[in-house]
C-alpha cells in the first residue's frame, strides 16, 4: 500500500494532477485515482513506480516511503 499523504504532496509541489499524472503514464484518471488510493487493489506497476521516480526526481528515501 502507498503512501497517499507524500504522493500527493509530491503531485502538488509538481503541480500535477491526477489527469496530467495518469496523461503521463499512459493510463486514464480514473485507474489513476484507484492506484493512488489503492482501491479495488489496484496497484502501479513497477514501471509505473519508475517513472513516478523519475517525474518527481524522487530520492530513494523518499520513493521507498511512498511505495513500501
Known sequence: MIETKILRSE???HED???SLAEYLGISES???SKINGWNG???TDEEK???KERY???N???MQIFF
Request: hydrophobic fraction near 50%; charge should be positive; charged fraction near 25%.
Open 11 to 13: 503531485m502538488i509541489l
Open 17 to 19: 494532477t491526477n489527469k
Open 31 to 33: 485507474r489513476c485515482s
Open 42 to 44: 489496484a496497484a502501479f
Open 50 to 52: 519508475k517513472m513516478i
Open 57 to 59: 526526481q524522487l530520492t
Open 61 to 63: 528515501e523518499k520513493f
